[in-house]
């Protein structure tokens, strides 16, 4: 038996490793994605002060500090029995709006997009953010540069620092939004939207008017038929900051919907020995190893995911492009739905969508008179004891859960992040993408590897989030073995 491994892989946050078996023939027998980072967060934070969360697991990592925040003083409501006034929901959700446009913007274009802008049989020196400035050009580069600084300078002004924010509080917010800051975050919500609608044209442009690219989206290599998950509003529409939690299964039909503080009723963790990360699945379906189809209890949260699970999109222009897409693909309307889109590669032009409905909604909020009324929070009087917050992360649902004694002291601390979702179908990705991809030896080209690596690079994973460790670091290993378990070969970028 033959061995591949990357280690480690690339573009992603946190530290990963693949391993492919393959056997005496050289076909692909097994395949290992393993997270060699130590889980450790949710326990010293046990015995903390339940208000200290915030700050602390916005530290979990540098790349979605927001999502945590946001997801931690919902949560802090909850155990606190408070309820933020109206305003302070509306700032939470507009901060969170700005995070979401900078987050995708980055994946898109420094992370996942170089597969396709560039090409995933370009060399590896090539695939980067430097390759596709090489690409779109300085101009479209200038665009992303400035759209991540002025979204960074509402993420400051709004949440009291760049980075690691500290403004969310129990019961609200530590400070409201003056006329003069709100017409600025108006002004930055519409460059957002054009800058959205560039982006989807790039993709349009880029990837779609490609033959070759469009056959690699819609070929049988990147698809799975699993079970979606995502917040949904009353309308069972999009919603990144608030909702029920909404799943559908593989055919489209709603399988549940519960509110986020039911988690446990309906998400188990299941543990494997050779990684430190978990793989929640459905309890009501059950774990069955790592297969999709409707009898597996292995689902999916992502940008894809969330369309999947929704009627349509909240905003107009976004819900113009949502239609496109299932269109553009085949998808057909059962009971008024779009059947789901299982090929992950379009999760890309999925997670374009989202950023066009981010500034959208980020408008909205902008130009909501209430968004800067003075009153921002609620003071907490009483400890309930237990809180449960959960937004939609960039990569996923996000869900913190809380409990703590009389004095608010921490007694236990669960999170389950975008990425830990998603840690069982990038499981699946990875080995159907390598038995698509390696066959009869012929394994070992730049191109062929990169095609596999943008199996889990899809996803976007943030794999400091997913094993809560600190710091996070960036490679990845892919390590290949022979029928007797010798590594032949190693890629470490």
């Not at 529409?237 to 799943?247: A, L, P, S, T």
């Not at 400091?464 to 290993?477: D, E, F, K, W, Y």
């Amino acid at each position: 038996m033959k061995r591949i491994s990357i280690d480690p892989i690339t573009r992603l946050e946190g530290h990963g490793k693949i391993e492919i078996f393959l056997n005496d023939d050289g076909d692909v027998v097994n395949t290992y994605f393993q997270v060699p980072e130590l889980r450790g967060f949710e326990q010293f934070c046990v015995g903390r002060l339940a208000e200290e969360m915030p700050v602390i697991t916005n530290r979990i990592c540098g790349v979605c500090p927001e999502a945590h925040h946001i997801a931690s003083v919902k949560a802090l409501d909850k155990l606190f029995g408070v309820t933020p006034p109206d305003a302070a929901k509306k700032i939470r959700e507009l901060l969170y709006m700005a995070f979401f446009v900078t987050d995708h913007t980055t994946h898109f274009y420094a992370l996942g997009g170089p597969d396709f802008i560039v090409g995933p049989d370009a060399p590896p020196s090539e695939r980067n953010i430097l390759g596709v400035i090489n690409k779109v050009g300085l101009d479209a580069a200038k665009k992303v540069i400035n759209c991540r600084a002025r979204n960074h300078h509402v993420l400051e002004m709004v949440g009291g620092r760049g980075i690691h924010l500290p403004a969310g509080v129990p019961g609200g917010w530590s400070k409201s939004i003056n006329e003069k800051e709100r017409a600025e975050i108006a002004a930055i919500a519409r460059e957002n939207i054009d800058f959205a609608l560039f982006s989807l044209k790039a993709f349009d442009d880029i990837v779609l008017k490609n033959p070759a690219y469009l056959d690699i989206i819609t070929s049988d290599i990147y698809v799975h038929n699993t079970y979606y998950m995502g917040l949904v509003d009353d309308k069972n529409r999009v919603n990144f900051y608030d909702g029920m939690v909404r799943v559908v299964d593989p055919e489209g039909k709603e399988f549940v919907k519960y509110h986020p503080s039911d988690y446990v009723s309906h998400i188990a963790e299941r543990v494997e020995e050779w990684s430190y990360l978990k793989y929640p699945y459905l309890k009501a379906v059950g774990w069955k190893g790592f297969v999709d189809g409707i009898d597996s209890g292995i689902y999916a949260a992502s940008p894809l995911s969330r369309l999947n699970v929704s009627d349509s999109m909240p905003t107009a222009k976004a819900q113009e492009h949502f239609e496109r897409m299932y269109e553009t693909l085949g998808s057909k309307k059962v009971n008024g739905r779009y059947q789901p889109i299982h090929h992950r590669l379009v999760t890309h032009w999925a997670r374009l969508i989202e950023l066009l409905y981010a500034s959208e909604r980020m408008l909205e909020l902008a130009t909501d008179p209430e968004i800067t009324s003075p009153n921002v929070r609620v003071i907490p009087e009483r400890i309930v004891g237990k809180g449960i917050g959960c937004v939609e992360a960039p990569r996923g649902t996000l869900t913190h859960h809380y409990e703590s004694d009389d004095r608010g002291v921490l007694t236990m601390v669960n999170m389950i992040v975008g990425t830990t979702n998603n840690y069982a179908p990038m499981t699946l990705s990875i080995k159907r993408a390598a038995e698509k991809l390696i066959t009869k030896g012929k394994i070992i080209e730049q191109g062929l590897l990169n095609k596999i690596e943008m199996a889990f690079r899809l996803y976007d994973p943030c794999l400091s989030c997913a094993t809560h460790s600190l710091p996070g670091q960036m490679p990845l290993i892919v390590n290949i073995r022979n029928a007797d378990g010798e590594v032949i070969r190693t890629f470490s970028r």
